[in-house]
């Protein structure tokens, strides 16, 4: 039997860990999927247990290495993708001081007010980073663990960093301490334009600059692993993306212009700007789609924190619905005129109007509101959501989008990808593969190990294309209804 070589992708995401092995071609031969704990307190904050999300990646591997045998095939390289704002601390063997703080989770809010009190420290920070000041990102969630889990610990052998920078450390048992270009640029503490740590940030946000990762390309050299011994020779991590910016490289928007919306449990809207950086005026964050071969692409992104997890809200907390599969079903069958609107910021309103202190509200209900109408407005409220970081991009990136490619488990729902297309007003081409965070990353690995011919490796992506349908009149109204909701949970800041 002929022996093959295979590329792993690991997509390490905010509810589980899936591993995909891609074959020669770029195609997708076999998966696994661990869920991992979403750990809640009283308070709300919510955490991980990072030593249980590493045990999982040592069971998948496990389960993989018969699979590969079964095929006499070997891993020829690891592309790694991951929640970015999610940030851990942990000691020189490997071991967290605590669960990892997850990038929902709220409870450096008090941080972020210290700070912002200095309005030019505000600006300092936003000028630098691209970001505005968010208790959302990792410099607050840093210092918050500072201040109270790691207030303790030594100082020489604290590791502070993002979770694909704990998992490269465990992977290759220390060896490496590294995050790449596109996860760095997400934890307000790089400088956006010279791609380094900014020591002025640093001092700001009172971050030891030698707790923090060395950054790389995001094809550079992260080391090699055995999974702790689990395969039989060691394989090279060539590629390390956040999650959102693999998917922009998985689903090929290598040009300025190009967008990509990914559905999962938030939502991350990404406009890819070219070789130089566009600040934000419209409550938009500029970061770094990625840095391979030392150039450079910048981004403009939006991020909402409740998307997909509306309809875990549906399921799991209001049971409503059993299972994601029924919400088209009840979408269609909702009364057409019903105004109910759900504004779902169980956790503040992310971008573009970055505001912690709202809570939920939901609007417009009659007496005639059922469960279908309940679901449908729900449903309504991502692509309510998402719309408004699309308008916002357009002005900052000066055009119009006329089209932009959906990934995610939520693309499944046509009327959602529809919906989404008429608000939007441009052409939503849906991929039919979710899993664009893997294949981002994977492929990135598969280019940079001389296994696949960058040209042709995206062909295996196919898509399904909403066009918008929706009358002018009834586009508006619709958008009015939720703006007004909006400025009703606003008002109660």
């Known amino acids: 039997m002929e022996h093959k070589k295979y590329i792993l992708g690991i997509d390490q995401s905010t509810q589980g860990t899936k591993m995909l092995l891609f074959d020669e071609n770029g195609k997708i ?24 999300i590493y045990e999982n990646i ?25 929640q970015r704002e999610t940030t851990v601390a942990w000691d020189e063997n490997g071991i967290p001081f605590c669960p990892a703080i997850v990038w929902q989770c709220g409870r450096a809010a008090s941080v972020a007010q210290r700070i912002g009190e200095d309005p030019d420290a505000a600006r300092l920070i936003q000028n630098i980073t691209g970001l505005p000041l968010s208790p959302f990102f990792p410099a607050c969630k840093m210092h918050w663990l500072l201040e109270h889990d790691c207030k303790d610990a030594d100082i020489q052998t604290l590791h502070l960093g993002t979770v694909d ?69 060691k394989v090279p991590v060539c590629s390390v993306m956040g ?31 070219g070789s130089a950086k566009t600040l934000s005026g419209h409550g938009l964050a500029a970061s770094l789609a990625w840095s391979i071969n030392g150039r450079a692409d910048y981004v403009l992104e939006g991020n909402i924190n409740y998307t997909g997890a509306v309809i875990s809200w549906l399921k799991d907390d209001l049971g409503l619905i059993a299972s994601a599969g029924e919400v088209n079903a009840l979408c269609a069958a909702a009364n057409p005129e019903d105004t109910t609107v759900i504004v779902p910021a169980f956790t503040g309103l992310s971008a573009p109007y ?3 202190r ?29 719309t408004d970081v699309f308008e916002a991009m357009e002005l900052d990136f000066g055009k119009s989008i006329q089209e932009v490619r959906t990934d995610g488990g939520p693309v499944k729902n046509p009327y959602l990808m529809q919906l989404q297309s008429s608000l939007a ?47 002018p009149e009834t586009k508006k109204r619709r958008r009015d209804a939720w703006k007004a909701a909006v400025s009703g949970v606003l008002q109660y800041a």
């Open 165 to 233: 920078s704990y998992l490269i450390y465990r992977l290759t048992n220390g060896r490496v301490f590294a995050t790449d270009a596109s996860n760095a640029s997400r934890t307000q503490l790089m400088d956006l334009e010279h791609r380094c740590w900014s020591k002025k940030l640093c001092e700001i946000f009172g971050i030891p600059l030698s707790a923090l990762p060395q950054i790389l390309d995001s094809n550079g050299d992260f080391g090699e692993t055995d999974f702790d011994g689990i395969l039989d020779k």
């Open 425 to 471: 007003g441009a052409k939503v081409h849906a991929c039919e593969t979710e899993e664009l965070s893997a294949i981002g990353t994977a492929y990135l690995a598969g280019i940079t190990a001389r296994l696949y011919d960058e040209k042709k490796v995206f062909e295996n992506l196919a898509y399904h294309c909403y066009q918008p349908d929706m009358e």
């Open 243 to 273: 999650d959102s910016h693999s998917a922009l490289y998985g689903q090929h928007c290598h040009r300025a212009g190009e967008m990509k919306i990914t559905y999962g449990t938030g939502s991350s809207i990404m406009l890819n700007t």
């Open 58 to 82: 040592l069971s998948e591997i496990k389960e993989l290495k018969q699979i590969l045998q079964n095929h006499c095939a070997e891993i020829a390289a690891i592309g790694i993708s991951s």
């Open 354 to 356: 970055w505001e912690t």
């Open 29 to 52: 031969i076999t998966r696994t999927d661990r869920p991992h704990r979403q750990i809640v307190n009283d308070a709300g904050w919510v955490s991980h247990d990072m030593n249980e």
């Open 358 to 386: 709202v809570h939920a509200g939901i609007f417009g209900m009659s007496r005639t509101t059922k469960k279908a109408e309940i679901v449908k407005a729900a449903t309504d409220s991502i692509a309510q959501q998402v």
